[in-house]
């Protein structure tokens, strides 16, 4: 079953959904130098966790062998297309959010990083090791 391998970005994606709906009045604003704001590293971060939770997770599908196979282009695909739906929200539905193209853009930075860098997390944490059926 697809669920249970995938408990962990499911959860995380539901946190991500909540914090994204809080209302903008609530979220603090804070920027470093006037250049980056700092919801710019959040966003990043959580896309980040979430690839990597979802890399795992479908690398774990022993009855789903494309799902495995096919790990890392659905985890980032997945991810941002979810990214993409976020920011659509915010200015669709939530209230006093608004959509920021930057917000997406460091959505899918962390997504390409997690990415970038599975490869050397899973090799430190055993956990995230999954050898690919042949």
Not at 26 to 50: E, M, N, Q, R, T
Not at 56 to 75: E, I, M, P, V
Request: net charge positive; glycine share 6%.
């Amino acid at each position: 079953m697809i669920r249970r391998p995938n408990f962990l970005t499911i959860f995380w994606a539901l946190i991500i959904l909540i914090l994204c709906g809080t209302p903008g009045k609530d979220v603090p604003h804070f920027s470093f130098l006037d250049l980056l704001a700092i919801d710019k590293f959040v966003h990043v971060g959580f896309f980040f966790i979430l690839v990597i939770l979802a890399i795992r997770g479908f690398r774990l599908q022993s009855s789903q062998k494309w799902l495995c196979k096919n790990s890392t282009f659905l985890a980032v695909s997945l991810s941002i297309l979810y990214g993409g739906i976020l920011e659509i929200l915010q200015e669709t539905v939530f209230v006093d959010r608004s959509a920021d193209i930057n917000d997406f853009i460091a959505n899918s930075f962390g997504c390409f990083v997690a990415l970038l860098l599975y490869p050397k997390i899973a090799s430190r944490f055993s956990g995230l090791k999954f050898k690919m059926p042949l």
